[in-house]
C-alpha cells in the first residue's frame, strides 16, 4: 500500500525500475503510458516508430520508484526488436484493446514469449485498454466487447499475471496497473543487487527509441496524476 506519510521520503534514491510495454499496434500502449506520465490523452497518437522511452517516479511507502518505460512499437516489423527492449526488465505490461479479440491472441504470445526469453522473475501484467468503450458509466456500449473479462482474467490467474481492463482516455484503473507492479516487484532485492535494476536507455542500445517525455511526479511543478495513491 502506498503511504504519504514517510518524511524526507521524497529525497531517497530512486529504485531503477525497467518496465516495457508490449502489445499489438493500435490497441493504447503509448496512450496508456502518456496518461500515467502526463497525466493527459492524445485522441490521435501517431503509431510508435521502434520505442520510445520515458520515465516516471514513484513514492510507494518509504521507497522512491523510477519507472524506466520502454514503449515499443506494435507493428509486426519490429518484433525483432522487442527482446532488446525487455531484456532485464523487471516488469512488463502486455496491453490488448477489449473491443478487438485478435489483440488478446497476439497479448498471450507476447505473454508466452517473455517466459521463454525474458527475465523469469519479470512481473507481468495482462491490461485490456479501451474499458471507455464498453464502460457504461462512460457511455460506452457492451456490445462492443470481443474480449470476455472472464476469458482475459481467467489466462491472467493461469499464467501468474496480474489483471487489469483500463482506458487511457478516461484514466480509469491507469494509476493502479503501475501502482500494482510496483508493489509486486522485490524492492529490498533490487536495492541489494543494484546493478541488475534498469537498464536505463542504454539498456536497449538506443536502437529506435525517441527520447520520449521525461516527467517526475516528485519534482517541483510536474504535472501530477488525479488520486495518485502512488504518488506515481
Known amino acids: 500500500m502506498a503511504s504519504s506519510s514517510s518524511a524526507g521520503a521524497p529525497n531517497a534514491k530512486p529504485i531503477q525500475v525497467k518496465l516495457v510495454l508490449l502489445g499489438e499496434a493500435a490497441v493504447g500502449k503509448s496512450s496508456l503510458v502518456l496518461r500515467f506520465v502526463n497525466n493527459e490523452f492524445q485522441e490521435n497518437k501517431e503509431p510508435t516508430i521502434g520505442a520510445a522511452f520515458l520515465t516516471q517516479r514513484c513514492k510507494l511507502e518509504d521507497k522512491i520508484i523510477k519507472f524506466e518505460i520502454w514503449d515499443t512499437a506494435g507493428q509486426e516489423r519490429f518484433h525483432s526488436l522487442a527482446?532488446?527492449?525487455?531484456?532485464?526488465?523487471?516488469?512488463?505490461?502486455?496491453?490488448?484493446?477489449?473491443?478487438?479479440?485478435?489483440?488478446?491472441?497476439?497479448?498471450?504470445?507476447?505473454?508466452?514469449?517473455?517466459?521463454?526469453?525474458?527475465?523469469?522473475?519479470?512481473?507481468?501484467?495482462?491490461?485490456?485498454?479501451?474499458?471507455?468503450?464498453?464502460?457504461?458509466?462512460?457511455g460506452g456500449d457492451e456490445a462492443v466487447r470481443k474480449v470476455p473479462v472472464a476469458q482475459a482474467r481467467a489466462y491472467?490467474?493461469?499464467?501468474?499475471?496480474?489483471?487489469?481492463?483500463?482506458?487511457?482516455?478516461?484514466?480509469?484503473?491507469?494509476?493502479?496497473?503501475?501502482?500494482?507492479?510496483?508493489?509486486?516487484?522485490?524492492?529490498?532485492?533490487?536495492?541489494?543487487?543494484?546493478?541488475?535494476?534498469?537498464?536505463?536507455?542504454?539498456?536497449?542500445?538506443?536502437?529506435?527509441?525517441?527520447?520520449?517525455?521525461?516527467?517526475?511526479?516528485?519534482?517541483?511543478?510536474?504535472?501530477?496524476?488525479d488520486n495518485a495513491s502512488c504518488a506515481c
Open 156 to 225: 491472467a490467474d493461469e499464467h501468474g499475471l496480474l489483471f487489469f481492463e483500463a482506458s487511457a482516455k478516461t484514466g480509469d484503473n491507469v494509476l493502479e496497473v503501475f501502482t500494482d507492479i510496483a508493489g509486486k516487484i522485490p524492492l529490498d532485492h533490487l536495492l541489494a543487487h543494484p546493478h541488475r535494476g534498469a537498464g536505463g536507455r542504454g539498456g536497449a542500445g538506443g536502437a529506435g527509441a525517441g527520447a520520449g517525455n521525461r516527467v517526475d511526479l516528485l519534482r517541483d511543478g510536474a504535472p501530477r496524476a
Open 83 to 138: 527482446p532488446m527492449y525487455y531484456r532485464n526488465a523487471q516488469a512488463a505490461i502486455v496491453a490488448y484493446d477489449v473491443t478487438k479479440a485478435a489483440s488478446l491472441e497476439k497479448a498471450m504470445n507476447w505473454v508466452e514469449e517473455l517466459k521463454r526469453q525474458a527475465n523469469r522473475d519479470m512481473v507481468i501484467a495482462l491490461v485490456g485498454n479501451k474499458l471507455d468503450l464498453v464502460s457504461a458509466s462512460h
